[in-house]
């Protein structure tokens, strides 16, 4: 049957959103009576739209978010540190066009990380490139492509993604080693955005960093073009009372 071949070409031809609707208006007879442009142009319409949950599936696997999170669900109560204004222009994401920072301060639990990952994921939702990783994690992976001679390579691959996601940075001080490491990721994103979470004021991030050079070098090259956030509030990490009735 004709109708059996050209579904059969569609999916030779890696076309399966074309395929699907192909099919479905097949076995619809509504659609029958709608012109050859209308639905021709309601398959193409499929196509585009699989294609593009395809890229952002793939683009959310790779960013490796820790938390599901998504900024409708923002939480803007009173006492959080939160315009919404602000937050409705970084939603935008043109900051990450232009190539800007944003750093995120706050006590443990106050929802900064989950806050990252909302912006990861409206990012990944714009068509951008995303990756999450835990600071102290990264600068381990440094240390050990330093050891297997893929450093060069590692720092080419966190170059590219449009929006890094440092989280919990400042934990420790870093080593020799670990400054040198960060500041090759950080200078090579110069035309990049980065989030930057941590539980320390970036007034004592020259301490935690611990080389004065070094140090200035790091911080010119973020805080200079960077958004900043303090959240407050109580710890977003509370248990929910269980309802007694």
């Not at 999170?69 to 937050?87: F, H, N, P, Q, T």
């Not at 994921?121 to 240390?143: D, F, H, I, P």
Request: glycine residues 6%; proline residues 2%.
């Amino acid at each position: 049957m004709l109708h059996q071949h050209t579904l059969t070409t569609l999916k030779a031809l890696k076309l399966p959103g074309m395929a699907a609707a192909f099919e479905e208006q097949h076995i619809q007879p509504v659609t029958q009576s709608l012109s050859f442009d209308d639905r021709f142009g309601l398959i193409v319409d499929r196509e585009v739209s699989h294609r593009d949950n395809q890229r952002l599936g793939r683009l959310l696997k790779g960013a490796r978010l820790k938390h599901n999170a998504c900024v409708e669900d923002i939480d803007y109560r009173s006492g959080r540190g939160l315009d919404k204004a602000v937050m409705a222009s970084l939603i935008g994401c043109e900051w990450i066009r232009q190539a800007q920072n944003l750093i995120l301060t706050g006590f443990t639990g106050c929802g900064k990380t989950w806050l990252a990952c909302a912006l990861g994921n409206q990012a990944c939702r714009q068509g951008m490139s995303v990756l999450y990783v835990r600071t102290s994690r990264l600068l381990e992976e440094m240390k050990l492509a330093h050891a297997d001679g893929s450093f060069r390579k590692r720092l080419m691959q966190m170059a590219k993604f449009d929006l890094l996601v440092l989280d919990d940075f400042g934990v420790a001080t870093l080593t020799q080693s670990e400054r040198q490491d960060l500041l090759e990721v950080i200078d090579d994103r110069t035309t990049k955005s980065t989030i930057i979470t941590s539980q320390i004021p970036v007034k004592a991030w020259h301490d935690v960093i611990g080389e004065p050079t070094l140090a200035d070098a790091i911080l010119d090259r973020i805080v200079h073009r960077a958004h900043a956030i303090k959240l407050t509030g109580e710890t977003m990490r509370k248990p929910k009372k269980l309802d007694p009735t």
